[in-house]
T-cell receptor
Framework: NAGVTQTPKFQVLKTGQSMTLQCAQD?????MYWYRQDPGMGLRLIYY???????DKGEVPNGYNVSRLNKREFSLRLESAAPSQTSVYFC?????????????FGPGTRLLVL | SQKIEQNSEALNIQEGKTATLTCNYT??????LQWYRQDPGRGPVFLLL?????KEKRKERLKVTFDTTLKQSLFHITASQPADSATYLC???????????FGSGTRLLVRP
């Protein structure tokens, strides 16, 4: 039981490049989330998915797209990376009651955009 | 504006003492409040959840209180150990929505 896994662990991009961050969970959770964490800012929600095939914008969705490929996987795509997207990205999942449930986090992806 | 605030300064205490961390919020009516622990380079890990109709919740050496009048939650670690050194995040679920809002965290350092 791996919990929530994320790939890659580290990535360096040049401005304008694109990339996809991958996330998978093996806890049979319906809800999945993408957050970014910046110094002094706390975790901010980028996108949320309540179930396969559904996604909703969070607090900071601009510059990102997501895909809920199936119940296990939720990917985050940066189409044209900008230095402001330098951050640590966390994927999380929770049970059927969504935000009211405990969230389980992955180890994070550290992204540097030059 | 809506805010959730945790002390940005690190809390430095001696091993064996009780650590008390504060989470204050304004312009929210949270239905739930959660506390997470985050170690450097890792994702947050859930510790405790307290509901708006609960005053206090305990788990082993951890205790959380929730005062909806003061708009404050306190997180206590009794008999603290160096292994408790980490950043502690509070997060609330506003009663008007289902969005989980995180504070920026307080770093706890427990000296041997």
């Amino acid at each position: 039981n791996a919990g929530v896994t994320q790939t890659p662990k580290f990535q360096v991009l040049k401005t304008g490049q694109s990339m996809t961050l991958q996330c998978a969970q093996d806890m049979n959770h319906n809800s999945m989330y993408w957050y970014r964490q910046d110094p002094g800012m706390g975790l901010r929600l980028i996108y949320y998915s309540a179930s396969e095939g559904t996604t909703d914008k969070g607090e900071v969705p601009n510059g990102y797209n997501v895909s809920r490929l199936n119940k296990r996987e939720f990917s985050l795509r940066l189409e044209s990376a900008a230095p402001s997207q330098t951050s640590v990205y966390f994927c999380a999942s929770s049970g059927d009651r969504g935000y009211q449930e405990t969230q389980y986090f992955g180890p994070g992806t550290r992204l540097l955009v030059l | 504006s809506q805010k959730i605030e945790q002390n940005s300064e690190a809390l430095n205490i001696q091993e064996g003492k009780t650590a008390t961390l504060t989470c204050n919020y304004t312009n929210y009516s949270p239905a739930y409040l959660q506390w997470y622990r985050q170690d450097p380079g890792r994702g947050p890990v859930f510790l405790l959840l307290i509901r708006e109709n609960e005053k206090e919740k305990r788990k082993e050496r951890l205790k959380v209180t929730f005062d909806t009048t003061l708009k404050q939650s306190l997180f206590h670690i009794t008999a603290s150990q160096p292994a408790d050194s980490a950043t502690y995040l509070c997060a609330l679920v506003p009663g008007s929505s289902y969005k989980l809002i995180f504070g920026s965290g307080t770093r706890l350092l427990v000296r041997p």
